[in-house]
């Protein structure tokens, strides 16, 4: 005997039937999912909610867009800026493209003032003439009012401090030899 024939039309019937009546009992007992009694639970009241999940009350008690309500709850909030500014962020690389994202990365942004950190000074450069473009960019996908002005800065020059304490002085002088 087959593993496909001990699966008969009339077993899964019976598995079927067996499986309603244990429902069946289990609701008339007032047992849920879980394994307990939420009606007769001690401590507990039945309340009905007032209204299904996902409507909301007012105009038209439909439901709404979930970018809807995100973007109401946001706006309740004052969190505009911190969603423009984290969606700047995550989206560098579609905005400016792989390659510049590659050497360019954004550093800081506040009060519409965009910095940017360029790998080398080649890029910085090619960046700073492309200023104007990049603006654009970041406008189409952000939203005209959310980036003034762009600052890019070139790579950082190397610290030569090598601990906590700091020696007042002239610094490295003879170096390179």
Same mark, same amino acid.
């Given at each position: 005997?087959? %593993?496909?024939?001990?699966? +008969?039309?009339?077993?899964?019937?019976?598995?079927?039937? &067996?499986?309603?009546?244990? /429902?069946?009992? &289990?609701? %008339?007992? *007032?047992?849920?999912?879980?394994?307990?009694?939420?009606?007769?639970?001690?401590?507990?009241? %039945? $309340?009905?909610?007032?209204?299904?999940?996902?409507?909301?009350? *007012?105009?038209? *008690?439909?439901?709404?867009?979930?970018? +809807?309500? @995100? &973007?109401? /709850?946001?706006?309740?909030q004052?969190?505009?800026?911190? #969603?423009?500014?984290?969606? @700047? /962020?995550?989206?560098?690389?579609?905005?400016?493209?792989?390659?510049?994202?590659?050497?360019?990365?954004?550093?800081?942004?506040?009060?519409?003032? @965009?910095?940017?950190?360029a790998?080398?000074?080649?890029?910085? +450069?090619?960046?700073?003439?492309? +200023?104007?473009?990049?603006?654009?960019?970041?406008?189409? #996908?952000?939203?005209?009012?959310?980036v003034?002005?762009?600052?890019? $800065?070139?790579?950082?020059?190397?610290?030569?401090?090598? *601990?906590?304490?700091?020696? $007042?002085?002239?610094?490295?002088?003879?170096?390179?030899?």
């Open positions: 005997m087959t %593993s496909d024939d001990a699966h +008969t039309p009339d077993s899964e019937e019976s598995d079927l039937r &067996a499986a309603t009546r244990a /429902f069946q009992r &289990a609701r %008339s007992s *007032g047992v849920s999912a879980a394994g307990t009694s939420s009606a007769n639970s001690p401590g507990r009241t %039945s $309340k009905r909610r007032s209204q299904p999940s996902g409507t909301r009350a *007012g105009k038209s *008690g439909d439901p709404t867009l979930m970018s +809807t309500a @995100l &973007a109401e /709850f946001l706006s309740h004052g969190w505009e800026d911190d #969603a423009a500014r984290a969606g @700047l /962020f995550e989206q560098w690389r579609e905005i400016v493209g792989e390659d510049v994202a590659e050497h360019v990365h954004v550093e800081s942004w506040s009060d519409g003032q @965009l910095v940017l950190r790998d080398s000074t080649a890029w910085a +450069t090619q960046v700073r003439l492309l +200023t104007a473009s990049l603006l654009e960019r970041v406008r189409a #996908a952000l939203g005209p009012d959310v003034e002005s762009v600052q890019v $800065k070139g790579p950082q020059a190397p610290s030569w401090r090598a *601990g906590p304490r700091v020696v $007042k002085g002239r610094g490295p002088r003879d170096t390179y030899g």
